[in-house]
């Protein structure tokens, strides 16, 4: 059997405790797990794409296993330029699910191939949001219980 791979894709806007704990569920399954930044402009980010990418990349640091790259492509495009089939998706709050349900059916008819899998983060995570994060920050707020240690001193660069 070779070895098993999945794509955890998102925008990381800032990476929260929330998604390395889904990454580090995704690894008690998966060997490998590429953690995919997405440009998604749509969004219009807080932090630029190199800034998420380099966030993401030291709260992960010391996971073996953990590969991060970037994307700004449909995520079935990336995921076969990737030779993965395999979706992570975390789900915190029935509120996610119609949302991930339907990104799901559409990458499948995209790509036949794929499968979607969903993670819930554990109970103190639950509520995480980087969505949250952001606003916190923009009120200089303390987000230290929400985000991983390694990313703070970027976090602080905007109080």
């Not at 998420?52 to 330029?81: N, T, Y």
């Amino acid at each position: 059997m070779g070895v098993r791979r999945a794509i955890y894709p998102g925008t990381f806007d800032p990476i929260t405790n929330g998604h390395l704990d889904i990454i580090k569920r995704g690894l008690k399954i998966f060997d490998q797990i590429i953690v995919a930044v997405a440009e998604n402009r749509n969004k219009q980010p807080m932090f630029p794409l190199f800034q998420r990418v380099r966030m993401v990349e030291k709260a992960v640091e010391g996971l073996e296993g953990v590969e991060v790259r970037s994307f700004d492509s449909l995520l079935v495009q990336f995921a076969e330029k990737m030779g993965c089939n395999v979706i992570i998706r975390g789900l915190r709050a029935v509120s996610d699910f119609e949302y991930e349900l339907q990104m799901g059916y559409a990458n499948k008819s995209l790509n036949r191939e794929i499968e979607t899998i969903y993670l819930m983060p554990n109970l103190e995570n639950a509520f995480i949001s980087s969505s949250t994060v952001r606003t916190i920050l923009k009120y200089n707020g303390d987000v230290s219980h929400l985000v991983p240690p390694a990313i703070l001193e970027e976090l602080c660069i905007l109080q």
